[in-house]
Structures are given as structure tokens and as C-alpha cells.
Nanobody
Framework: QVQLVESGGGLVQPGGSLRLSCVAS????????MGWYRRVPGKQRELVATITRGGSTNYADSVKGRFAISRDNTKNTVYLQMNSLKIEDTAVYYCNVGPYYGTYYWGKGTLVTVSS
């Protein structure tokens, strides 16, 4: 089993930046897929960004050029650097990793609020 703890959320003004972190309780060296998703109340959870063990990344069109995902296998951590934040980026952000013995795991989420 893998436990994930997200941090770094908070309140930021439009145009500001935040960096989210997700620390895994197990080594992520052999975990291929790591990603960030977000959910706005009343809407479905959506993909924000993913990164593979080999470093290949994928981004939602809405965040391309503004967000950057990275991973540090030595710290069992995946990051999401968010720049030029917009009000519509307000959401709960979730970390997702896997497969770990065939299972994908979710964190409990961290709230990002973009407001003036």
C-alpha cells in the first residue's frame, strides 16, 4: 500500500504561483505513473499533469505553459509548479501514483484557491 500526502495548497492572487508536493510512503523508483488531478465542486475530477518514470510528461491544455510537473525519486516526491494562476484553477488538487503491485493510489487532496 502507498500513502500519499499532498501539501503546498493555499490562497493566492491571480497571476501568482504555488508549488504542490506529494510525498509517498513507499519508494517511487519503480512506480511508472505519477500525476496531479483536480476537482471543482460539482464537477468531475480532471487530469492536470502526469509524469512517467522515464520523465515523459503530459498536461491538460488548460495548464500547458503555466504548470510543470516533476518527480524526485530520491525523496519519493512528485511536484507541481503552478505559475500564472487563474481563478479557474481553484480546486482541490489530488496526487495519484501507480501502478504499485497493480493498484493506483490517491492522496486526500490539497485546496488551491485563486482569488483577489
Amino acid at each position: 500500500q502507498v500513502q500519499l500526502v499532498e501539501s503546498g495548497g493555499g490562497l493566492v492572487q491571480p497571476g501568482g504561483s504555488l508549488r504542490l508536493s506529494c510525498v509517498a510512503s513507499q519508494s517511487i523508483f519503480r512506480i511508472n505513473d505519477m500525476g496531479w488531478y483536480r476537482r471543482v465542486p460539482g464537477k468531475q475530477r480532471e487530469l492536470v499533469a502526469t509524469i512517467t518514470r522515464g520523465g515523459s510528461t503530459n498536461y491538460a491544455d488548460s495548464v500547458k505553459g503555466r504548470f510543470a510537473i516533476s518527480r524526485d525519486n530520491t525523496k519519493n516526491t512528485v511536484y507541481l509548479q503552478m505559475n500564472s494562476l487563474k481563478i479557474e484553477d481553484t480546486a482541490v488538487y489530488y496526487c495519484n501514483v501507480g501502478p504499485y503491485y497493480g493498484t493506483y493510489y490517491w492522496g486526500k487532496g490539497t485546496l488551491v484557491t485563486v482569488s483577489s
